[in-house]
C-alpha cells in the first residue's frame, strides 16, 4: 500500500455533525489541513437529509415529551430549558455563519414556524394548561398562547380543525417564534464554506478501521467504495461524525471510554403529502404525546417543511425495526456491534424495554391504512391518496448500563486525539453546542486562544441565558435579523 496521506484533522462523516465542526475549526485554525471522510456520493445522505428527519429546531417549544408529569403532578421543565439553552447557542452559531458569509441565504435552510403542543381530552387539556403555566414567566419561553377556543383552534389550523367535533375538548400551547430547518441543506453550505477555504473531501470512501499511531495520532484505513481500491490517511485527532456508523468505529479504535456502549437501531416512516390544496391550509408544526409504551422520539407531529423551495407536510414518525446501523447500512450492523463488554447491558436493556419492543412489533405490522387512520387524529379528513409513506433515517439508541438512552452522548480518548458522538436526540439542533464540547474535551490547550473567535460566534458563550435576560433578548434579536426570522 502507497505511503499514507497525512492530514491534522480527519472528520468521519459528512452530516450535520461534522460539517458544523469542520466550519468552526476552519475559522479557527485556517492553516489547518481538515479531511472530511464519506462512504457516500454526497453530502447529509443519511440522518441530516432532508426526508430523514424531521426538521424541528428542537428548542423544547411544543415537544411535550421534555415536559413530563412528576408524581405531585407538577410539570418538570428542566428538559425543555436545556433543550433551548442549547438550540439558542446553535442559533447564535447560524447568525454569526450568515453574517460572516459561511452560510448564504437563510430562506435556503432556516424558516420560521409556530411550534405548537396540541391535546385533546380533558386529561390532556388539563395538563397542557400546567405545562403552559409552569412555562410562562421562564425568560425564554414567553409569547406562547395557550388556546381552548375552538373557533380559535379553526383559524390558526384549518386543516386540523375541519371535521374535527367542536364539542369535544382540544388545547394548543402555540408558540411563535419556532423554526423548520433543512439539515440537509444547512450540511451542505457548511461543508462548502469548509472546500472554499482548503477543506478535503473524500466522497465514496469508507473508514474501514483505525489504529492509533506510536507516536500519537491515528491511521486510518480507507476503501474507495467505487473503485475497491484502499489508501490510508494519518491524522493528528479524528471526529468520528458518521452517525449510526460512529458506534462500529469507536470500538474498532479500542479506547477504553468506548467499552460497554451499545445501541439499538429504529427506523421510522414518514407520511408525507405535497400537494398545495392541502400543504397551503397548515403552517405550523404541531406536536402530540407519545403513545403509551413508545419512546418518547416517536411523538407524532404533523409538520409543516419547506425543502427546495417547495412546501411539504410530513406526518409521523412511525416506528421500524431493522438491524441496520445506518439507512444505508448492512443487516450485520447489530450483531457485529456485540462485544464482550457490551453484551451483559445489552442483554439488560432488551430484558427491561419489553414494552419498547412490543410497539415496535405494532408498528411494524401497520398498513397504510392504519397509518392515514393515526394522521386522522390531527387532520379528521386526511385521504388516503394525499399521503404517501417515505422512509426516514435510522436512529441508533444508546446502550449504557443496560439502559437504553434517548440522549446524544460524545465519547472521547483521554488524550483528547479522537471523539464521536453517538445518539440521536435532540439531534441537529444541538450541534453547534456538542461540537464545542468536542473541542472543550479535545483541545483544552488551544481554548485560550480560541476564546475570542468562539465568543464572536456564539456571544453567550458559558453563560446560562435563563438568567441573564438581557443577553438573551440581545442575541435573540441579532438571530431574527441575520436569519430573517421575525
Ligand atoms: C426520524 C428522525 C427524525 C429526526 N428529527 C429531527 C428533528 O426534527 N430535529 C433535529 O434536530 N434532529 C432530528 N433528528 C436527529 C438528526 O437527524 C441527527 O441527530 C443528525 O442528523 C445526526 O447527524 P450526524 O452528522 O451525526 O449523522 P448523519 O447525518 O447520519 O451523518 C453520518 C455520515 O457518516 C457517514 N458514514 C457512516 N459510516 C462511515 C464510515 N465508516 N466512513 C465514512 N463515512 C461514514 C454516513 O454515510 C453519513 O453521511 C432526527 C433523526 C431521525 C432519524
Not at 3 to 8: G, K, L, N, S
Not at 263 to 270: A, D, L
Not at 276 to 290: D, I, L, M, N, Q
Not at 294 to 305: E, Q
Amino acid at each position: 500500500m502507497p505511503t499514507p496521506a497525512t492530514t491534522d484533522i480527519a472528520l468521519v462523516g459528512a452530516g450535520i455533525m461534522s460539517a458544523t465542526l469542520g466550519a468552526i475549526l476552519r475559522r479557527l485554525e485556517p492553516d489547518a489541513t481538515i479531511t472530511v471522510i464519506e462512504r457516500s456520493g454526497a453530502a447529509a445522505g443519511e440522518s441530516s437529509g432532508p426526508w430523514n428527519n424531521a426538521g424541528t429546531g428542537h428548542a423544547g417549544l411544543c415537544e411535550l415529551f421534555y415536559t413530563p408529569q412528576k408524581p405531585d403532578g407538577s410539570i418538570d421543565i428542566a428538559k425543555a430549558v436545556r433543550v433551548n439553552e442549547q438550540f439558542q447557542v446553535t442559533r447564535q452559531f447560524w447568525a454569526y455563519a450568515v453574517q460572516d458569509g459561511l452560510l448564504g441565504q437563510p430562506r435556503d435552510f432556516v424558516n420560521p414556524i409556530p411550534h405548537v403542543s396540541f391535546v385533546h381530552g380533558v386529561d390532556g387539556v388539563d395538563y397542557l394548561r400546567r405545562r403552559h403555566h409552569a412555562l410562562a414567566d421562564h425568560p425564554l419561553f414567553g409569547g406562547a398562547e395557550f388556546i381552548t377556543d375552538f373557533a380559535e383552534f379553526a383559524a390558526r389550523l384549518p386543516l386540523m380543525a375541519a371535521g374535527r367535533n367542536p364539542d369535544l375538548p382540544v388545547a394548543l400551547d402555540w408558540a411563535p417564534d419556532g423554526t423548520d430547518v433543512d439539515f440537509g441543506a444547512l450540511t451542505r453550505q457548511l461543508i462548502g464554506y469548509g472546500v472554499r477555504h482548503g477543506t478535503t473531501v473524500l466522497f465514496d470512501h469508507e473508514v474501514r478501521t483505525l489504529s492509533r499511531e506510536p507516536g500519537g495520532g491515528w491511521t486510518l484505513d480507507l476503501r474507495n467504495r467505487r473503485t475497491g481500491q484502499r489508501r490510508r490517511l494519518n491524522a493528528k485527532f479524528v471526529f468520528l461524525g458518521a452517525g449510526g456508523g460512529t458506534l462500529g468505529l469507536l470500538q474498532k479504535s479500542g479506547i477504553g471510554e468506548a467499552r460497554g456502549f451499545g445501541g439499538f437501531p429504529i427506523g421510522g416512516r414518514f407520511l408525507r403529502c405535497g400537494d398545495p390544496e392541502v400543504t397551503s391550509r397548515h403552517r405550523a408544526k404541531v406536536y402530540g404525546a407519545p403513545a403509551p409504551g413508545a419512546p418518547s422520539t416517536t411523538a407524532p407531529h404533523l409538520d409543516a417543511r419547506v425543502v427546495d423551495g417547495a412546501s411539504w407536510l410530513l406526518f409521523g414518525p412511525f416506528a421500524g425495526w431493522s438491524p441496520k446501523f445506518l439507512k444505508h447500512g448492512r443487516a450485520m450492523d447489530l450483531p457485529r456491534s456485540v462485544r464482550l463488554d457490551n453484551v451483559m447491558s445489552m442483554l439488560g436493556a432488551g430484558m427491561g424495554e419489553r414494552e419498547l419492543v412490543g410497539y415496535l412489533i405494532g408498528q411494524l405490522r401497520r398498513t397504510h391504512s392504519a397509518r392515514v387512520d393515526e394522521l386522522r387524529e390531527f387532520i379528521p379528513d386526511a385521504l388516503d391518496r394525499d399521503w404517501s409513506a417515505i422512509r426516514a433515517g435510522q436512529r441508533v439508541q444508546v446502550i449504557r448500563n443496560g439502559r437504553l438512552e434517548f440522549e446524544t452522548t460524545i465519547v472521547s480518548a483521554t488524550d483528547g486525539s479522537m471523539a464521536g458522538l453517538l445518539g440521536a436526540s435532540p439531534g441537529a439542533s444541538t450541534a453547534v453546542p456538542a461540537m464545542l464540547e468536542v473541542l472543550a474535551r479535545c483541545f483544552p490547550g488551544r481554548l485560550a486562544d480560541w476564546m475570542p473567535t468562539l465568543r464572536e460566534m456564539v456571544p453567550s458563550l458559558g453563560i446560562r441565558l435563563s438568567d441573564e435576560p438581557a443577553l438573551f433578548a440581545q442575541v435573540w434579536e441579532w438571530g431574527n435579523r441575520q436569519l430573517q426570522l421575525s
